[in-house]
Nanobody, 121 residues
Framework: VQLQASGGGLVQAGGSLRLSCAAS????????MGWFRQTPGKGREFVAA????????LYADSVKGRFTISRDNAKNTVYLQMNSLKPEDTAVYYC???????????????WGQGTQVTVSS
């Protein structure tokens, strides 16, 4: 599966952004979809994941209550709605896909190219 992320940008603290990740290739609904983020010098940090048909979601503690993951299997797209953004949310955000669930980067088979999110204070 090929993944193309978009929607990053510059936003002030307290603002919102919505990231999108469009998938092509094999059947989108075969994959658990999620998001990770990475800052310079650090590994990829789990942000959120959603199971194949959207019934189960998982979030990092740092984003619970502020970020919402969703997916539209008809459009082969996963989204990350980010509200109440903080400067510490600044990172490159990567969408991820895997046939099995994941909360660590080593468990992910497929990655998007990354989209930069910058939150100014």
């Amino acid at each position: 599966v090929q993944l193309q992320a978009s929607g990053g940008g510059l936003v002030q603290a307290g603002g919102s952004l919505r990231l999108s990740c469009a998938a092509s290739g094999r059947t989108f609904s075969s994959y658990v979809m999620g998001w990770f983020r990475q800052t310079p010098g650090k590994g990829r940090e789990f942000v959120a994941a959603m199971n194949r048909f959207g019934g189960t979601t998982l979030y990092a503690d740092s984003v619970k209550g502020r970020f919402t993951i969703s997916r539209d299997n008809a459009k082969n797209t996963v989204y990350l709605q980010m509200n109440s953004l903080k400067p510490e949310d600044t990172a490159v955000y990567y969408c991820a896909a895997d046939p099995s669930g994941f909360t660590t980067a080593t468990r992910v088979d497929y990655w998007g190219q990354g989209t930069q999110v910058t939150v100014s204070s």
